[in-house]
Nanobody, 131 residues
Framework: QVQLVESGGGSVQAGGSLRLSCAAS????????MGWFRQASGKEREGIAV???????????SYADSVQGRFTLSQETTQSRMYLQMSGLEPEDTAMYYC?????????????????????WGQGTQVTVST
């Protein structure tokens, strides 16, 4: 049974930082693509950061332009846990943040931010950035 559990959301002032965590279970973490998506109220879901493992040792990460340089992916593969370090937060970053998994997918280049490519989703964690 695949499970994705996010944590780490909260409220922060503009310019601040948060670290989101996604604990994954029920599939082979290092044979998958894992991503962070967000959805602000009244807006469409947006893919913002994705990591894909092409084999046990090799992976690549992709970032949306809206977060490039401010957000950073990291992971603890032994614990199947993925993190999203968010710095320089802006009010426009306010959204529900979701962890998503595409088990057994190792290359989503060209469509890494297409939510339909991901089979499993977490329950989400809210991030609110105030001025």
């Amino acid at each position: 049974q695949v499970q994705l559990v996010e944590s780490g959301g909260g409220s922060v002032q503009a310019g601040g930082s948060l670290r989101l965590s996604c604990a994954a279970s029920g599939f082979t973490y290092r044979r998958s693509c894992m991503g962070w998506f967000r959805q602000a109220s009244g807006k469409e879901r947006e893919g913002i950061a994705v990591i894909c493992f092409s084999d046990f040792w090799t992976h690549y990460a992709s970032y949306a332009d809206s977060v490039q340089g401010r957000f950073t992916l990291s992971q603890e593969t032994t614990q199947s846990r993925m993190y999203l370090q968010m710095s320089g937060l802006e009010p426009e970053d306010t959204a529900m943040y979701y962890c998503a998994a595409a088990p057994s997918r190792t290359d989503l280049r060209g469509r890494v931010f297409d939510g339909s490519e991901y089979t499993y989703w977490g329950q989400g964690t809210q991030v609110t950035v105030s001025t």
